[in-house]
């Protein structure tokens, strides 16, 4: 019924205007208006609009490195207005095993479109001195500052994961704290003022203080244009992420039908080859692309070894911190892997 169901909607979309649904659009983004994830929806505002009559907004809740934002769109169940939620898909399973969301908090999301990957920066500051992360034992300090982003956040999961290779492939002897920050803006500015020693940060906020000398690339989490720095792969790391991708999700009560219009409007505005353009330069996107397949994949997958997981007792009783690094694997096939590494 429910294929059916989905059929129904999709033929229905197919003879009517993109401008059909009556309500309006907000888009939740769960950090400051200025960051990459603003980026991202005040560019999804410009390239939906014309591909849909509805007045479309965007509300920011800022706070606990982008909990507080997830937490609350989660728990508004209005249904006065569409209300999509832009962030990462590993932010949803981070907050998921986080335990600061209901038990059945992702089975209530869907999907609705994927938007790009992005990589990931390692900075070290100018007064840490190094331009490798492996040479860390170089800067001749007792305990580095490693800073990142909220807690069980993407970033905290590369920071564990970073930290773990380093002692176990480079037999570093240099201890590592890693230190939780409200968001990216502090962190950067606090790595080039040298209050802190390294951090993680998103490239669309942060590669022009690379650019600008004001910090070193001592590591990216893939390529990217412009940073020379050693990638994850270079370095040999094991079970660490590479890249997150953006989406837009909805809560499960959304109409199928509102939800593939939504969908339509990205899909007919990422066509433009000037926004596609606009997109990667500014967003330091890798492959934009509105394909829902490759996150409804990773997403369910992500469930479901979550799933698997929450029974194991070893792991039940590990830290939020360690939980959440466990279980966030590229895709579902590495999580073998994953068990094994993180033991």
């Known amino acids: ?27 939740w983004i769960a950090y400051p208006p200025g960051g990459p994830s603003g980026k991202t929806a005040l560019e999804l505002q410009k390239i939906m609009t014309p591909y849909i009559d509805s007045n ?40 998921y095993v986080a335990k600061e969301v209901p038990s059945d908090f992702a089975d209530k999301i869907k999907p609705v479109a994927n938007l790009g990957k992005t990589a ?8 840490l001195g190094i331009t490798n992360l492996k040479d860390i ?11 990142v982003q909220g807690k069980g956040t993407p970033t905290h999961v590369f920071a564990l994961g970073i930290v773990k290779n380093l002692e176990e492939k480079y037999n570093i002897k240099t201890k590592i704290n890693i230190v939780i920050y409200p968001g ?31 910090t070193n690339a001592v590591a990216i989490s893939a ?19 590479t890249h997150t991708n953006f989406g837009i999700f909805a809560h499960d009560f959304v109409s199928e039908l509102d939800v593939e219009k939504v969908r339509v409007a990205i899909e007919k505005g990422f066509a433009e080859s000037a926004v596609k353009a606009a997109w990667e330069n500014q967003l330091m996107m890798i492959g934009p692309t509105a394909n829902i397949n490759e996150l409804t994949q990773w ?45």
Do not use: C
């Not at 019924?1 to 888009?27: C, E, N, P, R």
């Not at 990931?120 to 007064?127: L, T």
């Not at 034992?137 to 800073?147: E, F, M, R, S, Y």
């Open 1 to 27: 019924m429910k294929k059916l169901s989905k059929v129904i909607a999709v033929a229905v979309l197919s003879v009517l205007s993109f401008s059909a649904i009556a309500k309006d659009i907000v888009i």
């Open 56 to 95: 479309i907004s965007i509300k920011s809740v800022p706070g606990a490195g982008g909990l507080l934002g997830v937490k609350t769109w989660y728990a508004d169940d209005s249904t006065d207005t569409i209300n999509l939620h832009l962030n990462t898909d590993r932010m949803f399973v981070g907050t």
């Open 120 to 127: 990931y920066i390692v900075h070290g500051s100018k007064k």
């Open 137 to 147: 034992d170089q800067a001749n300090k007792d305990v580095i500052t490693l800073g």
């Open 184 to 214: 990216g803006a502090k962190l950067i500015n606090d790595i080039a003022g040298g209050h802190v020693d390294m951090g993680i940060v998103y490239p669309s906020s942060s590669k022009s203080f690379v650019d600008k000398g004001m």
């Open 223 to 241: 390529p990217i244009d412009g940073i020379s720095a050693p990638t994850f792969s270079n370095l040999g790391f094991e079970g660490i992420l």
């Open 299 to 343: 997403y369910n997958d992500s469930k479901l070894f979550y799933m698997e997981l929450a029974t194991d007792p070893v792991y039940r009783a590990a830290d939020v911190s360690k939980e959440a690094a466990t279980v966030m694997p590229e895709v579902i096939a590495e999580k073998k892997q994953w068990f094994e590494f993180w033991k």
